[in-house]
């Protein structure tokens, strides 16, 4: 497979007939540290190895996320099964290693943590999620499955589809409007995924940057220590050179 | 240019600003503010003002009234911020910087509040503010006047002038020199800008649209003892540095010096007022879980344009039984917010739009009224650079999730974002009630804002969308996001000339209370598509003069609506005209 060149946006989804990315196993696997499924778009950067350019109080926030995944406090049994299926969906997260959403969910819902708002119409935010748990089953049922975690991908993906486009109805969903409910709960699953260091290796973000600060602001330009994109690379020569394994496959 | 302007424009970054010391007060080798000469003052103590917040608004009354000697409480419900321990260089982590306690939200168009909204703790929201600091616009206090919408000022931008040039020196400012409302040049030197600025710029100027490196409260070279800005990007979480000014850094240490006391963790819950008299005596808060009262002369409320009219409607009494100052209805109305879409734009070359302070470069062009775009006032355009999280709501809002969304994301490094501010119109319905049945942890019923758009906000944030498209269609990209959200939340409050139609006066005295001020964003009729800190500080500074001037009291008190100077009316520039 030749490498891709991401000077081009070809492979982005508003650019494809379907709107939907080229499946990103033929991304080289990650190298160095870890990404959410081992994409490897930044394959040799694992920004954990600048933690020694960082302030102490960002660094124990950061390794705090890392290294320890919080236990279900917030969240009965029944709920976590269906709200852990739910959250890997909307990041598409389709197998290991996983950033672990719904536990960080979890913890700032048990902790109270909340955003200091609640839409008119909606209940308390913890109540929001419980009461998707509640939705998510009885829109599965519409489609003929037992409940959302027993029903095929197909169905899950579609239940999913219809609460991004505020397309769901009945039982719970006719006292919580669906689109306000996305937009609660998409916020929270967002913010976990994204804090995590393994996010930001598979997307070359630069992470914490203080004391030191950025210098290489212009185009095309990057600090020494930040990752190359994969494409400066060829992935199929590269990985066989190292002896590593090749692309990732399901 | 004037002589003044040439002296200024040789002074450059040299000059100390009058009257403030702040930035050589703080400590050469932590970012806390020096606490240990404070003031303490005892409860029973009749302070000559109390004031209710520590931010933009508060931050600089108090600092400003502490210089000429008046002896100044200001009570803060947020903690007393220390940069090195407190704040993190992470976006999820800065979560306690900002206003997390409950508050409702309706209307036809509400607006989430959170992280994009208050703060708190001493420095108010400008501790996690961006950073732009413009000036607002002579037309802005005369938009009624003018456009035939809003609400005309009771002042006019030449009251203001004296003091944002003062505030420009003391953040300061830096920028380009600024063509647009009433042209001035900036204390410090433009900042260097990232390439995603760079090419927006470009874009921008091939389809006439001028765009200008600034105006940002970020020091540019070492002033006093706060450093240089490193282009970490993490101004909304806080500047740990200290080289962005917010009212922690810029007025906060000048004003412990001059006798003030910072009173942090302290939430006020009741203005009092002597029912007899209808003069205020003081506040009821809460430290450590016990209720306490300050005695006060006057108070002059600073909270925020949500609590400070969720704490005058709480503070009910006999002879105030609607929430103190609020005979007419006019507590909590016209509150308003800016609209504040957000277009991404996807390159070839990598822009890294984390890199640098956010607020990079601006264009005013289409500030002013144009009847051809259909529609009264316009709108601001800047650069806002989102980190990761930001970035994702922002694609999740265009309506990819899934593996799109990853797929976006992982393609972060090759976008930039600009953003929009509309001058939305204010409108009564748009208000701050107190939701009766729902309360916070003190027991005290929490603010519920309502906002809904009219035909002409809609007809703004459109044509603005559609300016940002354009320009990035210009510079070359590949792809577009977009997403909707609001920015700025203003107004509640008003300042007025008639007593029917605002809550306080010209010199933010309430109307029906002669010792109570309003000081912080509230007070403003109307938004202008500026970012409105640096005028809310400017506000409070010239708060100060007047009642440095008065002195407090009802005696003194001149309660006829007054007409007041107006400066002369500038030629419109010409980069206006587009
Ligand atoms: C993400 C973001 C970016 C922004 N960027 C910009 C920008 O680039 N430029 C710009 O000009 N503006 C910006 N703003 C807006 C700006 O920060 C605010 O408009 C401004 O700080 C408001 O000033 P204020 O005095 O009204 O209130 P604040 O600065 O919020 O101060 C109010 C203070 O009062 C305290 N308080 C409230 N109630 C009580 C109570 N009952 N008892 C005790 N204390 C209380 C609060 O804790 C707070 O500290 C931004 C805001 C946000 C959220
Ligand atoms: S970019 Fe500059 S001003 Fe902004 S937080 Fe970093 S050091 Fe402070």
Known sequence: MPPRDFRSAEHLPNLRPDQQPASPDELPRQRNGVTPQMHGRYPDYNVLDEADHWDEVTRRTVFERVESTPSLRFFTREEAATLGIFCDLVMAQDREPKIPVLNMVDAKLFAGQLDGFRYAEMPDDRETWRRLAIGLDAAARQHGAGDFAGASGDVQMRVVDALAKGELHGEVWDEMPPSITWKVVSRAILSAFYSHPWAWNEIGFGGPAYPRGFARLGVGQRESWEGAPAFERDPVKDTEQRGDEGPARP | MSRRHELRTLLRGALRPPENDSAFLLDVHRRAVPQERMARYDDSFSVDLLIVGAGAGGGTLAQRLARRGWKVVVLESGPFWDPDEDWVSDEAGSHRLYWTEPRVIGGTDPVELGKNNSGHGVGGSMVHYAGYCPRFHPSDFEVRTRDGVGEDWPISYYDLRPHYERLELE???SGEYWPWGDPHRYPHTPHPIAGGADAARAGARQLGIEMRVGPVGITNGAFGNRPHCIYRGYCLQGCKVNAKASPLVTHIPDAIEHGAEIRADCMVTRVEIDESSGRVTGVRYIHDGT??????????????????????????SRRFPHGL???????????????????????????????????EICSEQF??????????RGFAIQTVGPLPIEHAQHVLGHGHWGAALREYMRDYNHWYTLGILSELLPLPENRVTVAA?????????????DYSQCENDRKNIAYAKQTLHNIFAAAGAQDVLVTERYAHLVGGCRMGSDPERSVV???????????LFIADGSVMPTQGSANPALTIMALASRLAERLALKRTGGASATRRPRRLRRGPRPAPSPVDAG
């Not at chain 2, 917010?337 to 607020?359: I, L, N, T």
């Not at chain 2, 144009?370 to 529609?375: H, N, P, T, V």
């Not at chain 2, 049945?437 to 804002?449: E, K, S």
């Not at chain 2, 005295?509 to 002669?514: F, K």
Request: charge should be negative.
């Open chain 2, 171 to 173: 953040l300061p400012v």
């Open chain 2, 291 to 316: 209720e306490r009262f300050q005695r006060a002369d006057a108070v002059a409320v600073a909270g925020y344009s949500i609590e400070t009219p969720r704490l005058l409607l709480n503070s009910t």
């Open chain 2, 325 to 359: 100052a609020n005979d007419n209805d006019q507590v909590g109305r016209c509150v308003m917010v800016q609209g504040a879409p957000q277009v991404s734009g996807r390159f070839p070359d990598e822009m890294r739009m984390y890199k640098a302070p956010p607020p």
């Open chain 2, 367 to 376: 500030y002013e009224t144009d009847e051809r775009r259909g529609f009264a």
């Open chain 2, 437 to 449: 049945d729902f309360t916070d942890q003190n027991g005290v019923p929490v603010a519920r804002m």
């Open chain 2, 505 to 515: 006066d010209a010199d933010h005295r309430a109307w029906s209370v002669p010792n």
